[in-house]
Each structure stands twice: as C-alpha cells, then as structure tokens.
C-alpha cells in the first residue's frame, strides 16, 4: 500500500476517523493497530520480524536499566545492538554479499530471504539508537510495549523515515489525546506539497533521467551533463517530498517528525551540505558512529580524524545497500570530507585575510559544493561502477570517443520537451523558494495571513495539476533502502 | 578549581580552538552559538579540554552535555 495509491487515501480515512472518535488513552492503541495494518499489508513474515525486534529491544533495554554494574550494563547494550546490526546484515546484506556486492546470485529464486523487508534501516536505526540512550542513560527505558512499538512501527516514518529520536517521539506521544488543530492544517499543507514535488517535479525529471542514464554512450557530453543535473534535483525533490508526506501524516495524528533538508544545494561546502541533507540519518550517524569513533582515535591526531569520517561517509553509502556505487558514493564523499575539514581553517583565513575575495566565496562555495555533490550522485544513481565510470568519460569532450557532437542537445531524443524542461525549472525554483519562505516568520506570516481565495485557489491549482500529472504506478526512490 | 576558575580556562580553550579571540562564554552557550562548533570541531575541543584540565572523558560523559553550562558541571566532577 503505497502512500500515493487509492488504498491508503481509504485506509488514512477510516484511521483518522478511528483515531478521533476514540477516547483518549485508546489513540495510541489505535494508531499502533494502523501501523501494524499498515506494515502488514507490504508483507506479513516482515510483521513477524518487525514484533521479533520490538519485544527483543523491550526487554533489553530493561534489562540493560535495571542491572547496576557498570561492566554488566556495556556487555548486555553490545549484545542488542550486536543482534541488531546482524538482522540489518543478513536481510539487507547476507545474500548481495554471498555474489560479492553484486545482483541476486544465479541460480537462486527470489524469497523472502533475498528481499530486505521494507523500512528496516529505518526501524533498526531507530531501536539501535532508543537502546544506546537508554544505556548512555540519556533517556529511561519505556515501560509502555505499545509506546516502543507504535515509536518502531510509526507507519508515516516507516517507509522512508524521517528516523525520528526515541525521546523526541515518547514526549510527543505523552501528548496524543491533546491534538493541535493548527498541526492538522499544516499536515494536510505539507503532504499536498510533498504530493505535488513527487508527482509534478521529480516523476517528470525521472523521465530524462531514465533516458540518459539507461545507455550513456548514446549521448552527448552536454545531454549527460544536463542528466546528471536532473538526477540530482530528481533525488531532491523525490526524497524531501517523501519526507514532507511523511512529516504531514504524522502531524495529522499529532506527532511532529524531524525535519530531513535545510537548502542543501545552497550549502557554502561539502561539510555543510552533509548538514542538511538527510538530517536525521547524518545526525544519528554522527551521534552514534562518528562521535565515539572519533572519540577512540582522538589520540592519533589528523589520522584518527580521517579515520571516522571515512568509516562513517562508507556508512552513509553502504546504508543505501550493499553495492559498490554505494560504496563509491561513500568513499568519494569521504575523500571531500576529509580535504574539507582539514584544510577549513586555512580556507577561512585566507579569505579573512583576503577580504574582496569573499563576495565571491559566498556564491562560488554553493556553486562547487553542488557539482560535487551532483557527481557523487552519477554513482549513487548508476546499476554498476562501470556504468557510472563510462557515464563520467562520456560527459568529458576529450576524451570521450562517439561520433556524436559533444555539444549536442536533443531533447525529443532526451524523452522531455524543452518546454516541459522549462517548466520544470520554474517549479523547482518555486519549489526553493517555499523551502525558503517557510523558514522565515515574515513570510510565513504573510501566507497564512492572505486572503482565503489566494490561498485556496492555491491549494486547489496544486491538486488539478496532481491529478492531471498522476501515473498508474509510482515509486518513492527512497522508499527501497 | 572554583566554577569561575574553570569558565576563564575553558574560555580561552574555545577561543584557541576556534580561533575567535573575542569569544564570550556562559552556561546557556550551545553550539548553535559558536560559529564552526560542529561535530568534527567538537572532538577537537574534547581533546583541548582533555589536554588544558588534565583529565579524560568518556563518550558517555559527553553525551548528556547540552550547554557550556553542563560542560562546566562535567569538568568540576572530573578535577582534582
């Protein structure tokens, strides 16, 4: 059941209707039993797995409470999350790596085994995370099956996330039978608008991208060019408008999921970029791989440095699944890391010291931070490095080898019309510039203070063109990690 | 060490390793205040801190902190 099918329009109806007509102290049973259903109807043995992680992280997490001893408290935490890293390798990564990071392996027919079950690097990350606060003693170990369980199971955030914090969620939920109908409004504004960026913005730039990035060597350097920009602001728009669905469904219900983009293609560097981009999964990396990593090689100087940002950039790739795009995706993504953090205070003094030079640092840092990141991403998007290197050598004029101009822009031959193109460039500039409005008080004010008819005329011009963009069968790029 | 004592020698640890002479301390400073306190430099500043003070910390005595203030209370608890 996806989130943009008939189904869940019916199934989010009766839920919402369920949910408020109930008492109070019964929302969070309901909203766990919507959940459940929900996950189930993806697939069943997944359930099984989900309820086997949940009553497992109950009870080590009160058990990893109750004991005293300092010793005791480490070996049980280590064993749980051990446990929990090893169902995130045998389901996502058992059989890819028995054919060493490549496809399915011969021979072997598809089973439920060789199938990760749906949302499990979300669910993982999130119970890994709730079991180390409560051992770091940052938080308590929930007494509530049914809070753990719904916080696992959340069917907003279980697809693609937003991977929201143990605690950030269970103060949340102590305030279900308290519900803001001001969030409600919100929630329903931001999944039109994750609808519309979904639909309108990233189905129809997947139309180039599958074009260009299907047989590279067809094209010229200046078409791969303009695909692998495409690709770019397709993921972008794909993934936050996946995140926006899932942050709006959870404010229906009452709980406010984290925020996932912050204008990363306007990041001044690469560090930056990995700020706001992704923001919940950099965040739990980064508090719970990259902090005590770096803390163990704190001792070897600018190596350990290397070292943890290396081990948590190939984390961030490989969490994507095991194939070497990924793995490359992440290493060349470490190497920017680690050549930006190194030389930052450099680069900072220099432009201290040359002070003209720093109007043009303000638009030359986003402009190259995005093209790094644009070329990271022909690896994140390609089937194999092979391909993705051949897509590389074929955007570079001299020394590609085709008998097409490298000049060349066909763009019937690149599956869009250069109207359509257009148009969708004004949509995404339209796209940032809400992203924009809607951090600043001014102009939120602004919208929710005109007139009614702008307002609505608004929303009801973003659902005709939705419904006049809508395909039969549509996927969420992230919704396969 | 007297909480003023370890505020002044922290200061001047944050002012090195961020490289802002100007730099003013108080225990509601988070890192949303410190231009450049992000998750790389914050290691760095662990260490310098390790290093000024004479003492050692764990990851998890660094986990709970969320302000200068909490940073303060943690190196009190660890000074001899």
Known sequence: ?481 | MTKTDIQRQLTTVFRDVFDDPRLELNDSTTAQDVENWDSITHVDLIGAVEKSFGIRFTVKDIRGLTNVGDFIRLIASLVK
Request: hydrophobic share 50%; proline share 4%.
């Open chain 1, 1 to 481: 059941m996806s989130f943009l099918s008939a189904e869940f329009g019916i199934f989010l109806a009766l839920g919402l209707v369920a949910f408020y007509l109930s008492p109070s102290h019964w929302r969070p049973s309901v909203l766990l039993g919507m959940s459940y259903a929900f996950y189930s109807s993806w697939s069943l043995p997944g359930t099984v797995l989900l309820l086997s992680v949940t009553t497992g992280v109950y009870l080590a997490a009160r058990w990893i409470e109750g004991r005293s001893a300092e010793h005791s408290k480490f070996a049980l935490a280590t064993i749980a999350v051990a446990g929990l890293l090893l169902v995130l390798f045998v389901f996502k990564f058992g059989v890819s790596l028995a054919g060493i990071f490549s496809a399915r392996p011969e021979g072997i027919a598809p089973g439920i085994l060789l199938i990760a079950p749906l949302g499990l690097s979300y669910y993982l990350f999130k119970a890994i995370g709730y079991l180390l606060d409560v051992y770091w003693e940052t938080m308590p170990a929930q007494r509530s099956f049914v809070s753990l369980a719904l916080y696992l199971s959340f069917f907003p955030q279980i697809v693609s996330g937003p991977i929201q914090r143990a605690g950030d969620f269970f103060q949340q939920y102590r305030e279900l039978d308290k519900p803001d109908s001001d969030e409600f409004i919100v929630g329903l504004r931001r999944i039109l608008f994750g609808m519309f960026k979904k639909v309108v913005i990233a189905d129809r730039l997947g139309l180039l991208v599958a074009t260009t990035h299907s047989h590279p060597s067809g094209f010229s350097s200046l078409e791969l060019l303009t695909g692998a920009y495409c690709y770019s602001l397709q993921l972008y728009a794909d993934f936050s408008g996946i995140t926006d669905i899932a942050i709006g469904l959870g404010l229906l219900f009452g709980i406010r999921g984290p925020e996932n983009f912050d204008l990363p293609y306007f990041a001044s560097n690469i560090q930056v970029f990995w700020r706001r981009w992704h923001m919940s999964l950099t965040s739990w990396l980064t508090d719970y791989l990259f902090l005590p990593l770096r803390m163990s090689l704190r001792g070897l100087g600018t190596v350990g440095l290397s070292l943890a940002i290396m081990i948590n950039m190939l984390a961030i790739g490989l969490w994507h699944g095991p194939k070497w795009t990924y793995a490359a995706f992440g290493a060349i993504n470490g190497v920017f890391m680690i050549v930006s953090a190194l030389t930052l205070k450099a680069r900072n003094k220099f432009f201290q010291d040359h002070a003209p030079l720093a109007h043009i640092r303000t638009w030359a840092g986003p402009l190259l931070t995005f093209h790094l990141m644009v070329f990271t991403h022909i690896f994140f998007s390609a089937d194999s490095l092979r391909l993705a290197l051949t897509y590389v050598v074929s955007i570079l004029p001299a020394i590609r080898r085709t008998g097409i101009p490298a000049w060349r822009l066909n763009w019937p031959l690149m599956g869009i019309s250069v109207q359509t193109f257009l148009a969708l460039c004004a949509g995404l500039a339209a796209m940032e510039a809400i992203h924009w409005g809607a951090k600043q008080t001014y102009w939120r004010g602004r919208f929710i203070s005109a007139p009614r008819l702008l307002r609505w005329g608004l929303y009801y011009a973003s659902i005709l063109i939705l419904v006049l963009s809508i395909k039969t069968t549509m996927t969420f790029i992230y919704a396969q990690f």
